[in-house]
């Protein structure tokens, strides 16, 4: 029973924490805690149970993410004077 259990969910992607995801985007864990907080990047979000809780992240939301955020260019407000 156990094995048909897992067998079910074998194709599914693990979450990572912080500094797996830290380690992709090639920043620190502070950092990429930081960047979920502000919603920049994607996170899952596990409740411990009290004021804490545990950020977790699919590398593949994260890849998605900086893949469609790469073509984006911060604008400067000196080009937007010119």
Do not use: W
């Amino acid at each position: 029973m156990e094995d048909s259990l897992f067998m079910q969910y074998e194709h599914v992607e693990p979450f990572v924490d912080a500094d797996r995801a830290a380690e992709f985007l090639c920043c620190s864990r502070k950092h990429s805690l930081k960047l979920a907080r502000d919603g920049v990047i994607p996170s899952h979000i596990l409740p411990t149970g009290n004021q804490r809780h545990t950020r977790l992240f699919r590398i593949s939301e994260l890849e998605a993410h900086v893949l469609t955020c790469a073509g984006r260019l911060p604008h400067s407000k000196k080009l937007e004077a010119e």
